[in-house]
């Protein structure tokens, strides 16, 4: 029989520890809430009264519910207060000499069955435990952030937890509706692991001018699918919270350079601004506490008329190649009005792109999305080439080959012989430096990156590309385009990558090597990425989609330019493409397909 929790208490009513007590206290669980002071116990009664508030806005809650909650709370100062309870969450700021002395006082103050556990992201529970006469009782309950909404929790045992106490809190995580994935004591545990070497890596893009804070956020968001952009997480979490569990991870976790918090976020730290809590981090929030994110000197003038500014007209563009890319992006230029020239190497492949953009175009009228008279019109402005000849007046080209720069520099010295000056020259190259291909030409201050996203129609995120030769102008055309074409046009530098790949592959990498490692399984990886993070797939549901090959070349490709320790490619991930598991399209990779 697992054991009844009546009382729990929780200390610490900052970001986290005011969201465990919402937690307990919806599930009908009397709550003892410890601060340090009297401020400090009003502002986690505020955030509490606020999110339930909010939650009966919505209809999510009812008052009675709210206000029976709300009585489950006792709001205490001092650790005294804690005598009679089940069960202590610590969720104070993440430094080990101050939990180690909250825990060396609980255990005095405390029942002696009373389980005593942390919040920690980071930090050793072993040695938060060692400080206490009861070690064996000691566990860390990991909550994500916002704890009341986000499904995951992390259970943390140690080499002396005992079976039972784990055994009770496994219980008590789905009394609270909660997913608990249960895992020995590794510095970040699984989620912080993978997540917080990819913050700190955004957090450099942003130092070093890669790209702004808005087109690092879309990137992830609009590319990937996540809930939001790394340096919005970074606010939510608070910028001294992060601080620390990098600092953690980084001493703890084998000195990976990755973890090495990057400098402006200890200036950041100093200067006070810590993201939402303080009202202003990577963004601005209309007053502390708050996440509604107000217009500060940094937020760009995004108007149609800011974006066109310096931009050249477009209207006829010519798109080169005969793949999934040149198709897609062919029918989202002449869906949004553009007059399109398709160039392939033949009349056979034209005629084959010109029936995948109808299929795709006539499912867009089943679907209800495209008129039928939209339809016609979009195909209406596409002329179906196969020589290169018949782009000399267009205005854009956009190429869409084989990923081979040999092929891509032959197109593009073509392509200098043949269009009229002033023509943007650009290439969807996911992982060739663009700078190479712009220097195949006499004119490389008019070529750029337009990085589309695979299916086109769909994705809503264009990666353009400027290289140091790029015009002003033609970035400008290039976003101006991308606007036109309903897309978000990020902007970034000519790195190996450029946004998301850069961001989103070593994360991949990382959760191979944790499964490698034996840490955890792939299930629990990708449980703990989609319920802790809200990540629309795991990593490895995500790899076995992307396919193995594919993820393992850019990963490769990352490793070879950037040169960084931690990039290297997993063995694991080597030997499952040697051995032909490349993921969906084999039938096997990371999962086995073939029995669904
Ligand atoms: N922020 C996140 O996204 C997140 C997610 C999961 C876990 N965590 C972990 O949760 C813990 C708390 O982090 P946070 O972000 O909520 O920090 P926070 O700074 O928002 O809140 C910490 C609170 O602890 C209080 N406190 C400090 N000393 C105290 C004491 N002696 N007695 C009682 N209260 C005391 C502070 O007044 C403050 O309100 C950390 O271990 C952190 O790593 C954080």
């Avoid at 994500?144 to 039972?164: G, I, Q, W, Y």
């Amino acid at each position: 029989m697992a054991r009844e929790f009546t009382s729990v208490g929780v200390v610490g009513l900052g970001t986290m520890g005011a969201g465990i007590v919402e937690v307990f206290a919806r599930n009908g669980i009397d709550v003892v809430a410890v601060e340090i002071s009297a401020g400090a116990v009003e502002r986690g009664r505020a955030t509490l009264t606020g999110s339930t508030d909010r939650a009966v806005a919505k209809g999510k809650l009812a008052e009675a519910d709210r206000d029976a909650l709300l009585a489950r709370v006792d709001w205490q100062v001092g650790l005294d207060a804690l005598h009679s309870v089940d069960l202590v969450i610590e969720a104070v700021p993440e430094h080990l000499d101050l939990k180690q002395r909250i825990f060396a006082e609980l255990d005095r103050v405390c029942k002696p069955e009373a389980i005593l556990a942390t919040n920690t992201s980071s930090l050793s529970v072993t040695e938060i435990s060692v400080a206490t006469t009861r070690p064996n009782q000691v566990i860390g309950i990991h909550f994500f952030n916002p704890a009341p909404v986000m499904k995951l929790v992390e259970v943390v045992r140690t080499v002396v937890t005992s079976a039972d106490v784990v055994a009770d809190v496994e219980a008590l995580c789905e009394r609270l509706g909660k997913v608990d994935v249960t895992i020995n004591d590794r510095a970040g545990f699984i989620a912080n692991a993978l997540l917080f070497g990819y913050l700190n890596h955004a957090v450099s893009m942003f130092e070093s001018r890669y790209a702004t804070r808005e087109d690092i956020d879309a990137a992830m968001k609009l590319g990937c699918g996540l809930p939001m952009g790394p340096l919005a997480l970074m606010d939510l979490i608070g910028l001294d919270t992060a601080y620390e569990i990098l600092d953690t991870m980084y001493r703890r976790g084998g000195r990976d350079r990755r973890h090495a918090p990057v400098p402006l976020i200890k200036q950041m730290v100093t200067a006070g601004l810590l993201g939402r809590k303080s009202g202003r981090g990577f963004y601005t929030y209309e007053r502390p506490g708050s996440p509604v994110v107000v217009p500060d000197e940094h937020t760009p003038l995004s108007t149609g008329a800011a974006l066109a500014d310096g931009a050249r007209a477009i209207t006829k563009v010519g798109v080169v190649g005969s793949g999934t890319m040149a198709t897609g992006i062919i029918e989202v230029f002449a869906k949004a009005g553009y007059e399109v020239i398709s160039v392939t190497r033949g009349a056979e492949k034209s005629a084959k792109v010109c029936e995948a953009v109808k299929t795709s175009l006539n499912k867009g009228v089943v679907r209800g999305k495209l008129s039928e008279t939209d339809r016609d019109a979009a195909l209406g402005r596409v002329t179906w080439s196969a020589t290169l000849d018949h782009l000399a007046d267009v205005d854009l080209v956009v190429e869409a080959v084989v990923e081979e720069l040999s092929v891509k520099k032959a197109l593009f010295a073509s392509l200098d012989e043949i269009c009229k000056p002033g023509v943007v020259l650009a290439t969807t190259t996911s992982s060739l430096p663009v700078i190479d291909v712009a220097m195949a030409t006499q004119r490389p201050a008019d070529v750029i990156g337009l990085h589309f996203f695979n299916p086109a129609p769909i994705m809503p995120l264009v990666e353009v590309v400027q290289t140091i030769r790029t015009s002003a102008e033609t970035a400008a055309t290039a976003r101006a385009v991308c606007a036109a074409l309903g897309k978000t046009g990020v902007v970034c530098g000519d790195r190996s990558g450029f946004i998301v790949n850069a961001l989103l592959f070593p994360y991949l990498n990382d959760a191979v090597k944790m499964l490698e490692a034996s840490y955890s399984t792939a299930d629990d990886i990708d449980y703990a990425m989609k319920l802790g993070c809200g990540y629309p797939m795991g990593p490895f549901e995500l790899l076995d989609v992307v396919g193995l090959d594919v993820s393992l070349a850019i990963q490769q490709e990352l490793y070879l330019e950037l040169r960084e320790p931690g990039f290297a490619p997993a063995p694991l991930l080597e030997h499952l493409v040697t051995a032909g598991y490349l993921g969906r399209k084999s039938g096997r990779g990371f999962r086995d397909h073939t029995k669904r």
